[in-house]
């Protein structure tokens, strides 16, 4: 359930973070003047968005490894308990009809 909520919180983070890249950042300055704080700014944006994305992306991938294994587990089981049902079958005699 944990995992579930931070992947919800990473997507719902990246997305925040996309929607609101104009506040963020703020307007570009103008191309004739050099201004390295918005390039630093600019980048740490974009590996903090990306960073979200591919956290979400591997909490994702161990839910889906949870689900995997959870399914293996009920599968033996239901395959067990058909096995045993299958032997309690066939140790019983058929009646036979008079």
């Known amino acids: 359930m944990r995992l579930r909520v ?3 919180t990473f ?3 990246s997305i925040v973070l996309m929607l609101g ?3 963020l950042l703020g307007p570009k300055p103008p191309s004739t003047t050099r201004y390295p704080g918005y390039l ?3 980048l740490l944006y974009i590996v903090a968005v990306v960073g979200s994305l591919v956290a979400a992306g591997v909490c994702s991938l ?3 490894r949870q ?3 959870e399914y293996r587990r009920d599968k033996e089981q239901l395959m067990r308990s058909l096995l045993e049902g299958s ?3 066939h140790g019983r005699k058929p009646e036979e009809p008079e």
């Open 21 to 23: 890249y104009p506040w």
């Open 11 to 13: 997507v719902l983070f």
């Open 6 to 8: 931070l992947t919800g």
């Open 62 to 64: 161990l839910i889906l």
């Open 40 to 42: 630093l700014n600019s």
């Open 67 to 69: 689900a995997k294994e």
């Open 87 to 89: 032997l309690r079958d």
